[in-house]
């Protein structure tokens, strides 16, 4: 029987074609998205579903899913799909990570030129029979500094779009290198530093804890008076009332805003505000790449039904059915040691090196380099998965090796992380035993044996009386309980580590106490998804 394919969103013919050309019977409902109550009502008649970002993909619709097997999102974001309730229920989310990267671009670069010239206000003023020449005097973008905030893939598009417009490029991203910065002929600075010398500002960073907000009222006052700002990345990384005290104040002379807090935006502070030009989210909006991420989601979706080969999938390593049940716990290792290595990490990677040691170097090590670049970068790039994380990494310019060797240990197998930055280099070793689970064997190069949980704190020290205790007392009175704990040390007196087992997220004030004893060098919070690493 053929497999079948639900198309709840507007995708285009052509991709509808793709699907009946390769044998899946497919019902082309663009309008179904919106109504909820019929998608829970049919969404058990289907093996796939494709959508863009109208569909709401809700736990609830999920639990009905009784056939679903994969959700195809045309387009990167996939805020609208509950990928936990979907990975807990086995159906793969696939996205389209690179179609409309251009597209998105080009759109802050129209913004940054609408902003210095007014244009949309110099329009509506002549089309409603003024001629008010001398109202809109812009600005030149030639000569200008464009700071770019994420240089990732649209980040890095923007920034040579912008060295090719004659502006100075400055840049701020965790992960971009001196190197890589080199090959677009930009500067790299830290955030205040771009603050302080950008004449336009464009953000193009995905939203974290640690963006969320990243233009606030403090940051503007470290800006250029007259300062431009261009946002086509998400609403929340601007806190939109302090941009619009700073725009009636003429600390920031315009702003280019395509995403809000709120979306739809039926309202919002910045509306009405002089040098403000709103769009509705257009980034991705140009019929070419609309065309390129329902023909790329069409094609994957197909492939994965008919041959169950995954791409761009999620929550899902890009594996054969075959390689699967051996391959998945490695891959979780994998991940596991490449999230610990980014969380407890600060500085700009240069290079990752991997070593697959027994029986692992005989397995798909691409796929296990992929994971264990996904959870590196993971700390401060949500959306990335196995597929995009290469290319990502690459982009930054760092570096990726990877070897693979016989037994030359007391384990059967296991795989070591090594990343190195321009202060220091950190490794990180771990083995999956015959349970499936992920653990540690090796931090620092002191050897222990950690089986990694949900949540942890990691900490570093010197080898002396009392630490435990110490952690114990402080957490204790925190009212935040210790439910295991792993030691290790190089040798007495020497350098030692520990690996707590928390119930929850660690407050930041809680860690800030920890640190603040002398006898602690660092305490890092750690969060690993391990939800089913089981074979």
Known sequence: MAPRVLVSDALSETAVQIFKDRGIEVDFQPQLGKDKDKLLEIIGNYDGLAIRSATKVTEKIIDAATNLKVVGRAGIGVDNVDIPAASRKGIIVMNTPFGNSITTAEHAIGLMFAVARELPAADAST??????????????????????????????????????????????????????????????????????????????????????????????????????????????????????????????????????????????????????????????????????????????MSDYLLRGAVSNAINMPSITAEEAPILTPFVKLAECLGAFVGQVTEEPIKSVEIVYDGTVATMNTKALTSAALAGLMKSQTPDVNMVSAPVMAKERGIQVTESRRDQSGVFETYIKLTITTEKQTRDVAGTVFSDGKPRFIQIKGINLDAEIGRYMVYTTNNDAPGIIGLLGTTFGQANVNIANFQLGRNRPGGDAIALLYVDSPVPEEVLDAVRAHKAIASAKPLTFDVAEVTA
Do not use: Y
């Open 127 to 300: 089309q409603a029979g003024k001629w008010e020449k001398n109202r809109f005097m812009g600005v030149e973008i030639t000569g200008k500094t464009l700071g770019v905030v994420g240089c990732g893939n649209i980040g890095s598009i923007v920034a040579s779009r912008g060295v090719g417009l004659k502006m100075r490029v400055v840049a701020f991203d965790p992960f971009l290198s001196t190197e890589r910065a080199a090959q677009l002929g930009i500067e790299k600075v830290e955030l205040d530093e771009l603050f302080k010398r950008a004449d336009f500002i464009t953000l193009h960073t995905p939203m974290t804890d640690k963006t969320r907000g990243i233009i606030n009222a403090a940051a503007i006052a470290k800006m250029k008076d007259g300062v431009r700002i261009i946002n086509c990345a998400r609403g929340g990384l601007i806190v939109e009332a302090d941009l619009a005290e700073a725009l009636k104040s003429g600390k920031v002379a315009g702003a280019g805003v395509d995403v809000f807090e709120t979306e739809p935006a039926k309202e919002s502070v910045l509306f009405g505000l002089p040098g403000v030009v709103c769009t509705p989210h257009l980034g991705a909006s140009t019929s070419e790449a609309q065309e390129n991420v329902a023909l790329q989601v069409a094609e994957q």
